[in-house]
T-cell receptor, first 114, second 111 residues
Framework: EAQVTQNPRYLITVTGKKLTVTCSQN?????MSWYRQDPGLGLRQIYY???????DKGDVPEGYKVSRKEKRNFPLILESPSPNQTSLYFC?????????????FGEGSRLTVL | QKEVEQDPGPLSVPEGAIVSLNCTYS??????FMWYRQYSRKGPELLMY????GNKEDGRFTAQVDKSSKYISLFIRDSQPSDSATYLC???????????FGPGTRLSVLP
């Protein structure tokens, strides 16, 4: 089954404790991206990657890091999480991003930072 | 002013009603317009995609783009309870890989 898999789905952590949210896709997509979703603000892009070893900042990159060492994986790293990073995070992938704009989303990772 | 505005709702309609969902935007460079549907506790999924101005129909769904007014719409005919979800508009320009999403409109279709 074609899918984007995120882990963990739910996480409660404390300020300053480094964490990684993993994202993996099995569709051989070149493009991958991370979004956060907050009430009233919609989906905002954090980072995106057009291919292996190529990453770029989105609209809200502060406090986040990413890496793209393999085509299928695109982990999101919070080196020192803060309460304002409490949010619902989505990973997405696409092979048609410059044409139809079809993004395939994972099921989301709800993060709470205390 | 936000780049993309969308009434958050919630919007409640009876089954069988025609639903109109709308977004306005400020960036005249946007050329690609999309509607995503997001069920509760799920990721968004692409519903409709339109390039530049005009209409596009797919079953019970019609997407309209009016670039002169910077206004896009999604119409749902014969709405069903299974259409109950949050609807997100999204757009981008010719060059960017950055999609700009609206905040979403929550729709409830009552049996």
């Amino acid at each position: 089954e074609a899918q984007v898999t995120q882990n963990p789905r739910y996480l409660i952590t404390v300020t300053g404790k480094k964490l990684t949210v993993t994202c993996s896709q099995n569709m051989n997509h070149e493009y991958m991206s991370w979004y956060r979703q907050d009430p009233g603000l919609g989906l905002r892009q954090i980072y995106y990657s057009m291919n292996v070893e190529v990453t770029d900042k989105g609209d809200v990159p502060e406090g986040y890091k990413v890496s793209r060492k393999e085509k299928r994986n695109f982990p999101l790293i919070l080196e020192s999480p803060s309460p304002n990073q409490t949010s619902l995070y989505f990973c997405a992938s696409s092979s048609q991003v410059l044409r139809t704009g079809e993004l395939f989303f994972g099921e989301g990772s709800r993060l709470t930072v205390l | 002013q936000k780049e993309v505005e969308q009434d958050p709702g919630p919007l409640s309609v009876p089954e069988g009603a025609i639903v109109s969902l709308n977004c306005t935007y400020s960036n005249s460079a946007f050329q690609y317009f999309m509607w995503y549907r997001q069920y509760s506790r799920k990721g968004p999924e692409l519903l409709m995609y339109t390039y530049s101005s005009g209409n596009k129909e797919d079953g019970r769904f019609t997407a309209q783009v009016d670039k002169s007014s910077k206004y896009i719409s999604l119409f749902i005919r014969d709405s069903q309870p299974s259409d109950s979800a949050t609807y997100l508009c999204a757009m981008r320009d010719n060059y960017g890989q950055n999609f700009v999403f609206g905040p979403g409109t929550r729709l409830s279709v009552l049996p």
